[in-house]
Structure formats: C-alpha cells, structure tokens
C-alpha cells in the first residue's frame, strides 16, 4: 500500500498492489512500478481503478505494464484498489512496511499535524465509523439484541437489562468510532476531545 499528499496538503492519494509472495514485494520493479503509478493518481486524478488501468505510463498503458511486470517477475500482480481525497488539511500514514495505508481529511486548514495524529490512531484502531450517528440502525440494533440475549441467559432481571445494554453499546461506540476513541498517546481523552473543534471530513484505511 503506498500513501502520499500534495504539497499543498489539502489532497492525499492512496493505492493498493498485490503481489502473491512478500519476496516479490520487496522487488525494487514492483515497488518501482507502485511509486510509479501513485505518481499518476497524483497528476492525473483517474476517478476509478478501470481509468487508472487505462493511463498511459512512459511505454503503454498501466495495465499493460502491470501485465508485463507479472510476466517479467513470474508471480500474478493486482492493482487492487486506489482512491484521491481532498480537504482543508490532509495526511497520508504507512505502517508496517506498506501494509497498512491511511489518508485523513480534516475540515480546518494548518492542521496538517493534528492529522496525522488521527491518521496514526486509525492506523492502529481501525476504526468503521467517523461519530455513533453514522452507525446504520441495522447494525446498531443488531448488536443490541445480541447484548439483550447474552444478558438474559446470564439469568440478568429484565429491569436491569436495558441500562446495561446502554452501557454495552457506549463501549460499542469506542470500537467503531473514530470520536469516541481513547487516543493512543494519551488513553485520558478521547479523539473528539484532541480535535478541539476541527471536523474529519473523511478517511480511507487500506489494510494487506
């Protein structure tokens, strides 16, 4: 996974190449191509993976150069996925060698470091969701029922059961969201707290 921002730091740009072995993926070709065509998304801004394949590279197409690196290693190569985000303040994270990418979004401009905090902890976190409100109902009543379940067998009265699934889905909220996270430097505040106003307008989390 390589990861990169403008100079601007206002649009970051992400992609995924798979390879089948880590061997080929240290190749200095396959990592030579990535670098390569990251520098495309970044100068050309392809809005799909199908319009990045069909780009014109130095000699033919990169998907005809992907094909002839496949053939050259000897080993089936994938360009997987790729994405550009924008925004008044954007970070790019690479962790554990390329395996881990992230891009951040933040809504105020010259928070460029602040958002690279946040890239850090969604690196680290995983996090499905920006707040609880984006949380789909479905899911939300899903993981309540199955609390109400757990509890009930647990031989828990009825009366007390609600309270204690409200409590259960609080902590559900500091797994998926982004918001409610403890901070990884400091687990005494939590994400919305070190944002101190500022908004994420989106992040993207590509995980080998």
Do not use: W
Request: hydrophobic letters at 40%.
């Amino acid at each position: 996974i390589k990861v990169a921002v403008n100079e601007a730091g206002d649009e970051g740009y992400i992609l995924e190449l798979d390879s089948e072995t880590d061997f080929v993926a240290r190749n200095e070709k396959f990592q030579t191509f990535a670098d390569e065509v990251l520098s495309i998304i970044k100068t050309q801004k392809p809005a799909s993976l199908e319009a990045l394949l069909a780009l014109n590279m130095a000699q033919g197409t990169v998907q005809e150069n992907l094909d002839n690196l496949s053939g050259t290693i000897g080993e089936k190569m994938i360009l997987k996925r790729m994405a550009v985000i924008s925004g008044a303040s954007v970070a790019a994270y690479s962790h554990l060698g390329g395996r881990i990418g992230v891009l951040v979004a933040l809504d105020q401009a010259g928070k460029a470091e602040l958002a690279q905090e946040v890239a850090m902890q969604i690196a680290a976190t995983n996090p499905k969701y920006i707040k609880p409100e984006e949380v789909p109902s479905e899911e939300l009543n899903k993981e309540k029922e199955i609390y109400r379940e757990q509890l009930l067998k647990e031989g828990k009265p009825e009366a007390m059961v609600d309270k204690i699934v409200d409590g259960k889905v609080a902590k559900y909220y500091t797994e998926v969201c982004l918001f409610e996270q403890e901070f990884i430097k400091d687990d005494k505040v939590k994400i919305k707290d070190i944002l101190a106003g500022a908004g994420i307008s989106q992040f993207i989390r590509y995980n080998l």
